[in-house]
């Protein structure tokens, strides 16, 4: 399990319920749910959940919604001898031999145990009691809405932009797909800041993006509708240019540096994971305002 989490925790009728998120997906404990039943063996409370052929039912067609690499034919195997007197069944055997994501084992004294996806624990908790099932939804959206925990989301987000920005300056730059300059580019005067970004890393200025996406100019710009890898080589090229600024470089100079800059940071970036998760973080935040919205 990645070190790069967020760790939190419920009150679910006085128990005391983790969670983790990783890689933007919030992991809830299995293990404290099972303690709720039994505090002495919670392990076990979980193993018989896992002998059960619903669960092994349930928990394949999760993977195979869920997770383009998981092991059909094995699961199979495991959905056909599930049920029988001879069938075991564990969280790391589970993973192991499936290849599974919705279920995570955490090492440690303190917070450690098996996790699940959220759905996969309500799956759990209703096994469990019906009843419990209903007060941990409750917990877990009240968690999800509570400031103190979004606060940790955002702190961890403006974390994995720290590491981006130490991966650009770090990297060794090999090949560029940032759009490189044409001499007439270079030496046209640009009439504000904002144009001599866009055309360092869009290869255009605010006026031609909208002249080419007349439709989309109607309800934004250009920065309206990038990426958001693009968004954060802007948000570089911002501060470099108002350090050259303020060395007296002249705007074509500028202009070439931002070029080189913006493509030398796509190229570090590209692919980069801590970009893949700020883009679910993002996704997920933009999913919870537009339920808010629709909520009111």
């Known amino acids: ?9 419920m009150d679910v009728k006085g128990s005391k319920i983790n969670v983790v998120r990783v890689d933007g997906y919030e992991y809830i404990s299995l293990t404290d749910l099972a303690k709720t039943q039994n505090d002495e063996a919670p392990a076990d409370v979980v193993k018989n959940w896992l002998r059960n052929k619903e669960t092994i039912s349930f928990l394949g067609v999760w993977e195979e919604l869920n997770n383009e690499n998981f092991k059909v034919v094995e699961f199979d195997q495991f959905k056909n001898e599930a049920g029988r007197h001879t069938f075991t069944m564990s969280p790391q055997k589970w993973i192991r031999e499936t290849n599974a994501i919705g279920i995570i084992s955490k090492s440690g004294k303190y917070g450690g145990g098996t996790y699940s996806r959220s759905d996969i624990a309500f799956e759990f908790a209703s096994w469990i009691s019906p009843e419990f099932k209903l007060y941990l939804i409750k917990e877990f959206e009240r968690l999800k809405r509570n400031e103190t925990y979004q ?25 560029y797909i940032v759009p490189i300059l044409t001499e ?113």
Not at 1 to 9: A, D, H, L, R, W
Not at 162 to 173: E, G, P
Request: hydrophobic share 40%.
């Open 151 to 175: 606060e940790k989301i955002e702190w961890h987000a403006n974390r994995l932009l720290s590491k981006l920005n130490y991966i650009v300056h770090t990297d060794a730059i090999k090949k």
């Open 184 to 296: 007439q580019q270079i030496k046209f005067v640009y009439a504000n800041e904002a144009d001599v970004l866009n055309v360092a890393l869009f290869g255009m200025t605010a006026k031609e993006w909208r002249e080419d996406n007349p439709e989309l100019a109607k309800n934004g710009n250009m920065r309206d509708y990038t990426d958001l890898l693009h968004l954060i080589i802007l948000n570089n090229l911002e501060n470099t240019n108002a350090e050259l600024i303020r060395m007296n470089i002249k705007q074509s100079d500028r202009l070439i540096q931002l070029n080189e800059s913006a493509r030398n940071q796509m190229e570090a970036l590209k692919n980069n994971k801590s970009i893949k998760e700020l883009e679910i973080l993002q996704q997920q935040l933009n999913n919870d305002n537009k339920c808010l919205i629709e909520s009111k």
């Open 1 to 9: 399990m990645k070190n790069n989490i967020i760790q939190s925790e």
